[in-house]
């Protein structure tokens, strides 16, 4: 029998401490608050090479997401018109995967702590990336060379 492809599992969990939606600010760069991921076991080998100061896409689905909605407004913007959510940073969407960059605090063994994550308490953790400037920086800032211009 083959796995399903669009099979996600989650490899760790939020410990945060925003506990409700209205808690949690819209974005993880308006908060300095200090959240934990815990990586399950059996994925904390995968957690090697990451050191404090680092910093790092965090994936997270989002699960108290509205994901029927396909139309909102920007954050800020309640009077604005109506857009479509994938030209919107809204958690509510139909597959309400957040991406947030977050600053790596302290790394203790299966336990991170960063900061500038805006999810809510038992949010389950997809997936952990490193920011790289030489390929997360929009292509025109960058010069032939790869070099930020």
Do not use: H
């Amino acid at each position: 029998m083959t796995e399903d492809p669009m099979n996600c599992r989650a490899i760790g969990i939020v410990r945060s401490p925003f506990k409700e939606r209205g808690d949690a600010p819209c974005q993880g760069r308006r908060t300095d608050e200090i959240s934990s991921i815990e990586i399950s076991p059996e994925y904390q080998e995968g957690l090697d090479g990451l050191k404090t100061g680092d910093d790092l896409f965090v994936l997270c689905w989002f699960d108290r997401s509205d994901r029927s909605v396909l139309k909102t407004r920007r954050q800020g913007t309640e009077d604005g018109p109506l857009r479509g959510v994938f030209s919107t940073r809204s958690p509510a969407r139909p597959n309400p995967i957040s991406l947030t960059l977050v600053k790596l605090v302290e790394i203790t063994g299966g336990t991170l702590r960063v900061r500038g994550l805006e999810a809510l308490d038992n949010t389950p953790v997809l997936d952990i990336k490193p920011y790289s400037e030489g390929i997360d920086t929009p292509r025109e800032t960058m010069g032939c060379d790869g070099k930020l211009l």
